[in-house]
C-alpha cells in the first residue's frame, strides 16, 4: 500500500524558488510551465520535515559539525543502497558538487593541463575546466534512438597526448540518464589507471535509478581506481533538499583527501549548516520508502509521455532513461534550427525546457524535460506539446 502522495501541486512561486520564480530573468518570458532547473516539485520526505521542524523549535543555530551519528547516516545508506562500504574519514563535506569539482580541477591539475568531459553532459562541467585555464577535451558519446556508449577508443586517444591529468565523470548522466554498465566502467578505470589520469566521478544521481542496484559506484571497480578517484554524492537531489547544500565526497586515498580538505579549507567551505546537517541525516535514516514510491511516481510519468507520444507526437523522439527523473527529448525530426525550437517551445508552446545545447553541441536537437512533478503537470506539458506541432503542421498546409 502506498505511503506517500505526488499528486498534489505544492504552490511555489514568490517563494524564490529558482525554478519558478526566475522565468522572466532566465527565458525572458513570464508565462511558461516550468519543467527544466532539476529540481522535483514534491514534499521532502516526512522524516527530513519532522528532523528539521524539530531542530527550528530547538532556536539555536550555532556552528556545527558533523557528528558521529551523522557520518554513521552516510555510511549506512552507502551500504544499505550501494553495497559500498565505505569508512567515516574517507568523507569530505563539501556545500554542493559542483564546488567540488572546481576544488578538484583546481587541487589536481596545472593551468594548461587537459580535463576531458564526456559530452554532451551538464554544463558546469565544461565551467569549472576553462574557467580555471585548463584545456578541455571532449570525449562525446555515442548514441543510437536514445542508447548512449562511451566511446573509449577517442578517450585514449585523448590520453595519448600526454596532457591529460583528469577525467570528469557523470554516473549516472545528467543529461542522458545514462547507467554506465560495469564493463564500461571497468574498461574505463584500465585506461585511467594505465595513463595516470584521476577521475572525478560525480554520482549525485546514483539513487535515482530505476532498477535497483543497476549503479555500480566507481570505487567499486578496482582497489586501483578507489585510490585514483573522487566520488561526489549528495543527498540534494535524492530527497530534493538542494537548497539545503549539503554534499559529501568521498576520498578513498588519503594523499589525494588531504589535497582536497586543503582546498576546502582555503575556499572557506569546510562548515556544514546546521539544518543541512539535519536534513541530510534525517533523509538517509528515514527516506528510502518515500524515495522508492517517488521513483516509481516518475517512472510513471516517463511512461506517460513515451505513450502519449507514440499515439500523438510521432516527431518527438522519447526515450525512456535509466535513472534520473529528466527525459532527453529528440526534436530533431521538426527540422527547426536550435534557437527556432528553443524561441518556439518557450513563445508558442509556452514551456520551459533546458535548452539541448547547454549541454553541449550533441545537444542539437535536443530539449531536457523535468518530470518530477504531479502528473497533472506532465499531462498538461503535452497537451501544449502537441497543440504547438499540429499549428506547425496547418502552417505548412
Not at 213 to 231: K, N, Y
Not at 262 to 283: C, D, F, N, P, R
Not at 328 to 355: R, V
Amino acid at each position: 500500500m502506498k505511503k506517500y502522495s505526488f499528486d498534489g501541486s505544492i504552490h511555489r512561486l514568490d517563494t524564490g524558488s529558482e525554478k519558478w520564480d526566475a522565468l522572466e530573468e532566465v527565458f525572458g518570458v513570464t508565462e511558461a510551465l516550468p519543467m527544466w532547473v532539476a529540481d522535483m516539485d514534491f514534499a521532502a520526505p516526512p522524516s527530513v520535515i519532522q528532523a528539521l521542524q524539530s531542530r527550528v523549535e530547538h532556536g539555536v543555530f550555532g556552528y556545527t559539525v558533523r557528528t558521529d551519528s551523522y557520518h554513521e547516516a552516510v555510511i549506512g545508506w552507502m551500504e544499505s543502497r550501494h553495497n559500498w562500504s565505505i569508512q567515516k574519514e574517507w568523507i569530505v563535506f563539501t556545500p554542493g558538487i559542483v564546488p567540488a569539482l572546481s576544488i578538484a580541477v583546481q587541487r589536481f591539475t596545472a593551468p594548461g593541463d587537459a580535463v576531458v568531459i564526456q559530452t554532451p553532459v551538464y554544463a558546469p562541467f565544461y565551467e569549472v575546466v576553462r574557467g580555471q585555464g585548463r584545456e578541455l577535451m571532449t570525449n562525446p558519446l555515442k548514441g543510437t534512438n536514445g542508447h548512449y556508449t562511451m566511446d573509449l577508443e577517442h578517450l585514449e586517444s585523448c590520453f595519448q597526448t600526454g596532457r591529460v591529468k583528469m577525467l570528469i565523470l557523470c554516473s549516472p548522466h545528467n543529461p542522458l540518464g545514462t547507467i554506465w554498465s560495469r564493463h564500461e566502467l571497468e574498461e574505463l578505470a584500465a585506461l585511467c589507471v594505465r595513463y595516470e589520469v584521476l577521475i572525478v566521478s560525480d554520482e549525485i544521481h546514483a539513487d535515482l535509478v530505476h532498477q535497483p542496484g543497476a549503479h555500480t559506484p566507481l570505487s567499486l571497480i578496482s582497489d586501483a581506481i578507489a585510490q585514483q578517484s573522487i566520488i561526489c554524492t549528495a543527498p540534494s537531489k535524492t530527497f530534493n533538499i538542494p537548497g539545503l547544500c549539503t554534499s559529501n565526497i568521498i576520498i578513498p586515498n588519503a594523499k589525494v583527501r588531504e589535497s582536497f580538505m586543503q582546498g576546502v579549507k582555503m575556499m572557506g567551505l569546510s562548515s556544514i549548516s546546521t539544518l543541512g546537517a539535519t536534513a541530510a541525516e534525517a533523509a538517509y535514516r528515514g527516506g528510502a520508502d518515500w524515495l522508492d514510491e517517488c521513483l516509481a511516481y516518475v517512472r510513471g510519468n516517463m511512461e506517460y509521455v513515451q505513450r502519449y507520444a507514440a499515439e500523438h507526437l510521432p516527431q518527438l523522439g522519447v526515450y525512456l532513461p535509466d535513472a534520473t527523473y529528466l527525459l532527453w527529448l529528440d526534436f530533431s525530426k521538426l527540422n527547426m534550427t536550435q534557437e527556432q525550437l528553443s524561441s518556439a517551445l518557450l513563445n508558442e508552446a509556452k514551456i520551459a525546457l533546458n535548452d539541448g545545447i547547454f549541454f553541449g553541441t550533441e545537444g542539437t536537437g535536443f530539449m531536457r524535460m523535468n518530470v518530477a512533478c504531479p502528473r497533472a503537470t506532465v499531462e498538461e506539458a503535452m497537451r501544449r506539446l502537441t497543440a504547438w506541432v499540429n499549428s506547425l503542421s496547418q502552417a505548412s498546409l
